[in-house]
């Protein structure tokens, strides 16, 4: 007899971002972030002022995709992500 369980719902994690206006090229800092669920263990790379690429790599490396990324200016965006 097979067991029917409730599925588990997906871990989502949004990223603010945005990089020095005055500074061409500057890397991008994590204005905000939002978790739905769990963002572990990457909790603690999704503090405001953090780079991104390396808040994402964890990520990533945890079992996120990125859903969706978008610039929403020339030095500002945002990125989803789910797991699960």
Do not use: H
């Amino acid at each position: 007899m097979s067991r029917v369980g409730i599925p588990l719902e997906p871990d989502l994690v949004l990223v603010s971002w945005t990089r020095n206006p005055l500074a061409p090229g500057s890397a991008r800092r994590i204005t905000a972030s939002r978790v739905i669920g769990s963002a572990r263990p990457c909790g603690c790379k999704l503090k405001p002022n953090s780079l991104l690429v390396p808040a994402i790599k964890c990520l990533k490396k945890n079992g996120f995709v990125i859903v969706v990324s978008k610039k929403t200016t020339d030095v500002s965006g945002y990125i989803l992500l789910q797991r699960g």
